[in-house]
């Protein structure tokens, strides 16, 4: 490779001298190149980076010592080696004494004699060892031997670090690269070695924390004390000017409490606490120990303090009490308190106010316990009444019912104001939760039988009840107010008048007899129906113009759930890497720098993980063979209908990821032209010319997803067709015969008969459902495996998914032109959001809507299970749904509600959750069409021999609608149910309806944008 010589006289530095001062010269020839040269009693002068430093590649190392001293520098690992396989040292005696080593078949020495004794490297060749350590140090770091970093650091000066520094800096870009990636732990190992040697290298705070922070060398918790060794002992305004730095980013805190709480002490500075900082202390001191840790620490108090305001307390502190009591934190800081650690009525007031702030109540829990267990006294619950109104208008219903026992307490001691219960009495009513309203109407009733001339500031607030949902809340209300009502003045009267306008149309007469002349005559209008904004369709925007707008794109925290957006990331990435594929590669890496899939061998062998398989192959880090296996995997005929959904998505994707970057692949047929993931006809078109005038064949799950997508009932799917036949290619031809189809896919729906034996399997409703899709040979001929279950591969049987659903997000856009098809795949998953616990089953709901294509059973059917869905979430979205198909003019309510009604006559859906849904797509001004369901569904359940229970919560959304739109008709049981004894919801409401039905004017209603 070169020569490398290494000559001194007198005290050199680096040679083999003889026994005393005289001159002695050291020569070896080695691999690298560099000439380092000392004279007299220098140093010695180098022509590389250092003084006396010598260059060179291997394994071996070379040491001397003396007055001078000096480093061998190599490339990668730092050493000077020769061309055998043995090592030869030499060595000598007197004041300059050196020690080289080199390598041979034997041992090579040079020795000297005498005051002028001279030696000679043997047949070996001799390194040479600068003087700084920084070989050893790379070296080090690059075996990942991160525990011996310290003790390498501290020789090195200002300089040698400087040095090093730049070769880490070098070895991380390399380690990016992929460079470093066998075996496959190894690179997490440099990595730790890394962020340790970066430490003690760096030689600013800014610097040190953006090294210590990056978010591809945190790796292991040791690493942490590691490099607070590694920082030696920086100045203390330094040390607190990292920590502070550290501390402001959470993520990066979190992870790093040791080497955060180390520099806190060595700079003596108290840090500002943040979120994340106090985060990693309270994982880190959380043991049974956790009393004593919490004493002995001086920081408690701020920490503390700092804990039970943030917005979402550490998980560490919301643990209930379990089996380890002395982990449990309210009991600590309890205690705490009694001994005067902590301030009581700072920890109450902080308490006090973070319920105020409200939120999620699992990040209320905390605050909660600490205000039980203080157990506060009158007067401190005076002090901050102000806080404790605001918290039960406002807070989760847990949270506001312990408000307003602490209230009603103050208030049975006569000791709560009237003005501020008046102000509590209206934030609570305006709630919805009837506990809270009713017990809230039975205190202002207590207060104003002990104070009646309170009722002049209480009635007006006990008015914001006219307006409740539940007519029985109007009721309790509107009595209140009558037997209070002589004592209150002619103003404060007509107020209340005035404020019954709210009540409901079955209130009204009674609020006639109240108010008499001060009620304003009710003004009759023609009923008019609301329903939302038919949703117009939006265009997907082109894909990404630039690589870096791509990155950008691709780097978005869970893009896999925004289905258009990822669409065009997967199509701009195809589209860059085959025009550019290095510039894509390099990017890719700068953007994902440490990631699993880069590292784990098996880590796309079970699951595809999105458009990261596509990068993967991008760069070049799948095995080709698990490619080809994943491509041209189909699906048993035992599958369930979320796998085969989701197995569409992961034949597209390894077949983007075996073909990106390449020819075969320019761009994507499937990308959706339209936000509901459907592809216009001549659009498709046209891309099939190109792929023509390229010369290159469709991929064929590429091309299967762009037909599925395609909308054959569009007015240009005749042109389109025409013009596909004209292209002269089979896929054209393909094309053509899809947009002909008037059916190209299809699928039913059926239930079995129920065992009420709830042990059998034919008693829940997905051993129940029987999914059938067609026979379509077209499908099964010639569509890739992972789409023939669409073509009737799948065993019309029940059939039970015992697995995790993922990629719900993307179902919807893979048969965007067939949402009856679609529906039918959604119903499993359906049925366990209402007969079990699942949550967010609903969430292609709107998207069903929006889609293209007949509604028939499937699609009412996934409407019945979402209304009844056991999460309001879930609710809500089949309510959107429901609207916007009203709104399209798509629903069929008859049918709705007989689907409904079976469901809950056998039930399977709960009267009280149905009730919920209706309630809230009545209130947004559709009542019509919700009563043209209830009314189909009410006969069945009616008809039951034993009374359903929660009915009458239904019957009463029912009578509201009847109320407000003047329907007239009859229902079936209705009348017979009306005439029974007792007062119960459920008959105090069939009395309500069937009054409303007998006054309602039947009348056409109009319908609203």
């Known amino acids: 490779m070169g020569d490398g010589v290494q000559s001194g006289t007198g005290k050199s530095v680096g040679a083999a001298m003889g026994e005393d001062e005289g001159v002695g010269v050291g020569t070896g020839i080695g691999e690298g190149v560099g000439v380092a040269i000392g004279a007299g009693g220098a140093e010695g002068a180098a022509t590389g980076t250092g003084a006396g430093e010598a260059i060179g590649t291997g394994a071996g190392i070379a040491t001397g010592a003396g007055e001078g001293e000096g480093a061998a520098a190599g490339a990668g690992v730092g050493v000077a ?30 020795e000297g004699a005498g005051t002028a004794g001279a030696g000679t490297a043997g047949a070996g060749t001799a390194g040479a060892r600068g003087d700084d350590g920084v070989e050893e140090l790379l070296a080090a770091v690059c075996a990942g031997r991160s525990g011996e970093v310290p003790a390498l650091l501290v020789p090195l000066d200002a300089a040698a670090r400087k040095r090093a520094l730049t070769r880490l800096k070098a070895l991380r870009a390399e380690v990016r690269a992929g460079k470093w990636a066998t075996p496959p732990y190894h690179p997490n190992r440099i990595r730790s070695a890394l962020y340790v040697a970066g430490a003690g290298c760096l030689p600013t705070a800014a610097a040190a924390a953006s090294w210590l922070g990056a978010r591809d060398l945190l790796i292991w918790e040791e690493d942490k004390p590691l490099a607070l060794a590694a920082l030696g002992a920086p100045t203390p305004e330094w040390a607190a000017d990292l920590a502070g730095r550290l501390a402001a980013r959470r993520t990066v805190a979190e992870n790093s ?61 919301t643990r209930p009490l379990g089996r380890r009591p002395g982990r449990h934190w309210p009991s600590a800081l309890l205690t705490l308190v009694g001994e005067g650690v902590l301030d009581r009525a700072r920890v109450l007031d902080l308490c006090v106010s973070r319920l105020l702030r409200g939120g999620p109540i699992r990040n209320l829990r905390l605050p909660l316990e600490m205000v039980r267990l203080l157990e506060p006294e009158a007067e401190e619950l005076r002090a901050r009444l102000p806080d404790w109104i605001g918290i039960a208008a406002d807070t989760p219903s847990l949270v506001a019912g312990y408000a307003q026992d602490v209230l009603t307490e103050l208030a049975s001691a006569g000791t709560f104001p009237v003005g501020a219960l008046a102000e509590m009495t209206a934030g609570v009513l305006f709630r919805t939760e009837k506990k809270l309203v009713r017990a809230q109407l039975a205190l202002v009733g207590k207060v104003l039988a002990r104070e009646p001339g309170a009722a002049g500031e209480l009635l007006p607030a006990v008015t914001e009840a006219f307006g409740n949902e539940d007519t029985d809340v109007q009721e309790r209300a509107l009595k209140l107010v ?24 079955t209130h009204r007469q009674a609020a006639e007899q109240l108010f008499g002349a001060d009620l304003e005559a009710e003004e009759t209008l023609p009923y008019e129906e609301i329903l939302p904004p038919v949703p117009g369709a939006q265009r997907v925007a082109p894909p990404a113009t630039t690589v870096e707008e791509l990155v950008a794109e691709l780097v978005v925290r869970r893009l896999s759930e925004e289905p258009v957006a990822f669409e065009r990331a997967l199509d701009g990435l195809v589209r860059h890497a085959h025009r550019d594929r290095a510039a894509v590669t390099e990017a890719v890496r700068e953007a994902f720098p440490w990631t699993g899939w880069q590292q784990e061998t098996h880590y796309f062998t079970h699951e595809t993980h999105g458009v990261h398989v596509v990068l993967a192959g991008l760069l070049g880090l799948l095995n080709q063979a698990l490619v080809d296996f994943r491509r041209s995997k189909g699906h048993p005929s035992d599958s369930c209908l979320h796998q085969a959904l989701t197995g569409v998505l992961d034949a597209r994707l390894w077949e983007a990821a075996g073909l990106v970057g390449t020819d075969a692949l320019p761009f994507l047929l499937a990308t959706p032209t339209w936000h509901t993931g459907a592809i216009d006809p001549l659009v498709l078109v046209e891309r099939l010319r190109e792929y023509r005038d390229l010369g290159v064949e469709p991929a064929p799950a590429d091309l299967a997803q762009a037909l599925l997508r395609v909308l054959r009932a569009d007015p240009s799917a005749g042109r389109a067709a025409e013009e596909a036949a004209g292209l002269g290619t089979p896929a054209g031809g393909r094309l053509a015969a899809w947009l002909r189809e008037e059916a190209a896919v299809g699928a039913s729906v059926r239930f079995l008969r129920r065992d009420e034996n709830r042990a059998l399997r034919t008693y829940w409703l997905p051993d129940r459902l029987v999914a059938d899709f067609g026979e379509r040979p077209a499908v099964r001929a010639e569509f890739p495996p992972a ?30 032109a067939d949402r009856e098809v679609l529906a039918v795949c959604l119903l499993p998953t359906l049925t366990s959001c209402v007969e079990g616990d699942a949550r967010g089953a609903t969430e292609p709901l709107t998207a069903l809507a929006e889609a293209d294509g ?14 009844g869905g056991v999460d309001a979430d879930d609710r809500l979205r089949a309510v959107d749904a429901v609207l916007v198909l009203a709104a399209r003019g798509e629903l069929d309510a008859r ?8 469901l809950v006559a056998e039930g399977s859906v709960k009267p009280n959750r149905l009730a919920d849904a209706a309630r809230t797509a009545a209130a947004t001004g559709a009542y019509g069409t919700v009563w043209a369901v209830l009314a189909a569904m009410l006969p069945e359940p009616l008809a039951a021999a034993k009374p359903v229970r929660g009915l009458g919560e239904v019957l009463a959304v029912a009578a509201d609608c009847v109320e407000r739109c003047g329907a007239g008709g009859e229902v079936a049981g209705l009348e017979a149910l009306a005439s029974g004894r007792g007062s119960s919801q ?24």
């Open 854 to 867: 007949p509604v028939g059973r499937a699609v009412l059917l996934t409407l019945a299970f979402g209304l």
């Open 986 to 1009: 459920l008959v105090v409401q069939a009395r309500r309806l069937l009054n409303a039905l007998r006054q309602g004017a039947d009348q056409p209603l109009t319908e609203t944008a």
């Open 482 to 505: 009558g037997r209070h009502l002589p004592a209150v003045d002619a103003d404060v009267r007509r107020e209340l008048a005035e404020a019954a306008g709210l009540l409901s149309p």
């Open 787 to 816: 789409f023939q279950w669409l073509g009737g591969a799948l065993e019309a049987t029940p059939r039970r998914c015992h697995h995790w659903v993922e990629g719900r997000a993307q179902w919807s856009t893979v048969l965007p």
């Open 895 to 902: 049918q709705l509600g007989a689907e409904l009604a079976w």
């Open 257 to 317: 409490y040791p080497l955060l709480h180390g520099l806190v002490i060595r700079s003596g500075y108290t840090v500002a606490p943040t979120d994340g900082y106090v985060t990693g202390w309270t994982w880190h001191i959380t043991d049974d120990r956790l009393l004593e840790r919490l004493r002995e620490d001086p920081q408690t108090p701020v920490l503390v303090a700092h804990a039970l305001a943030m917005a979402e307390p550490p998980e560490r502190l």
């Open 81 to 110: 080696t020769g061309t055998g396989a043995g090592m030869g040292v030499a060595t000598g005696t007197g004041a300059g004494m050196g020690v080289a080593t080199g390598t041979g078949m034997g041992v090579g020495a040079a």
